[in-house]
């Protein structure tokens, strides 16, 4: 194993950022660790060229800014795979995404991958690499790294690289170069990073709700979201979901109530709980006409499952026909909407979905097609 530098000084990383401005493809990575906190700490930035590769310590006395400079130059093609919680901790720390970028893992599902394909599948596939794993779950605070800790972190972006050209002609064989651009813009949405308190609830799972109870989780998930953003902590060491669901379910109005609610964090001090009794009683105060609205598919909760089903069927035929991940396709969400009578908004109804599932959605719930097995595959058979 060669030894992997790791670059903790000014003048060497000035000297590499310097290098690297007359690349047009970079190859980005991150190391960070987000267990104990709301934010997630960086640990490590790795960059590679097609002839060089550096890892960059941030934890050191370094001034960073010259990486934040190569993330934002528009003439270097920033290749990230599963680049989401790396773009999520340099919008946190420079307030930009890089830009322009390109994403391995959506590229994959365009061709044939499947779902959130792994990145050492990827390099498997058209490298004919294994790569060695033992150091995945490295504590990356720590210091001094190992030289096999520094060669694995290294090899996410110094194989990637490598990969970046090959899965691009796979996707111009297949033709579908403007669709994986139209997925990848979708990163480039700043709103996807920057949660808005107000909106934390939506991303609590709850079954069958009661709008009184969305409004009054409505409440308490922005207040635990402001909190743990100001304590930095994960919002599960505060409360978890399911705790936050209970409160509202129940609605207790004083302290001991709370207290007797099972998974209540010992975390919460009784300023917390006070503010957890205030926000229940002002969301009870709120008018029916103020509370959320259900989502449509909870309007109609029984959703037919062998309806259901069928359209999860026709759902894998059209990846398997298209070489397309069902995930990037439609979502289960998106087909009991459609079942709801949903159809309007939905994205399966636009683009490419359209042609490759939407329009064959429409023939099977107007019974114009069904399916049918020959040689153990399924098969669509016009009616």
Known sequence: ??????????????????????????????????????????????????????????????????????????????????????????????????????????????????????????????????????????????????????????SDVRYLIKVFPLISVSIKNYGRQDWVEKEIQYLKNKKLYQINPNEAWQKIKIKNPKREVLNILKYLAKWREIECQKRNIPRNRLIRDEVLITLSQLKPINISSIKKIRG?????????????VKIIKISLKVEPKEWPNLPLYFKNPNVN??????????????????GLAEKIIADTDDLKAILSGKKTDLKIFDGWRKEIFGDLVNLLLDGKIGFTVRNNKINKIEL
């Open 264 to 276: 209540i964090s010992k975390i919460l001090n009784e300023s917390d709980l006070n503010n957890i």
């Open 1 to 154: 194993m060669d030894r992997v530098n790791i670059i903790t000084d000014n003048n060497t990383l000035k000297k590499f950022c310097k290098k690297c401005i007359n690349e047009k493809v970079l190859a980005i990575d991150t190391e960070f660790i987000r267990e104990n906190t709301y934010y997630p700490i960086l640990c490590l930035v790795q960059i590679a060229s097609e002839t060089y590769s550096a890892i960059i310590d941030p934890r050191s006395e370094i001034d960073m800014q010259p990486v934040w400079d190569l993330l934002s130059n528009k003439k270097i093609l920033k290749v990230f795979h599963a680049g989401r919680q790396d773009i999520e901790i340099f919008l946190n720390l420079t307030g930009k995404i890089p830009e322009p970028i390109y994403d391995t893992q959506i590229a994959a599902m365009f061709c044939g991958f499947g779902d959130q394909v792994g990145y050492d599948k990827l390099v498997n596939k058209f490298l004919g690499l294994i790569i060695n794993k033992e150091s995945q779950y490295t504590n990356w605070l720590q210091r001094p790294l190992t030289a096999s800790q520094l060669d694995y972190a290294l």
């Open 305 to 322: 499952k062998g309806s259901l089903d069928l359209l999860k069927l026709l759902l894998s035929y059209c990846s398997e026909k298209s």
